[in-house]
């Protein structure tokens, strides 16, 4: 059932910082471990772990 998948929601992992403000759209299904997300970034896909995103749309800067 697509609704169900859907309403399952975002996965985050263990140890991901997220900044003030930040959206996380329906599109993201998972922020990765010890990941860091810079206040009011817009989360519109998946983000690897040990990384650190931001901006709009959110991008990865750097590694952690």
Known sequence: DPMAE???GNKIEEGAYI???????ASCNRI???V???AC???????PD????AGVPA????EV
């Not at 991008?59 to 750097?62: D, G, L, R, T, Y």
Request: hydrophobic share 50%; glycine share 10%.
């Open 6 to 8: 859907f309403m399952l």
């Open 41 to 47: 970034s817009v989360v519109t896909k998946d983000i």
């Open 59 to 62: 991008k990865i800067i750097k």
């Open 19 to 25: 900044g003030t403000r930040t959206v996380i759209l």
């Open 32 to 34: 990765g471990k010890n």
């Open 50 to 53: 040990n990384v650190m995103v």
């Open 36 to 38: 860091r997300i810079g």
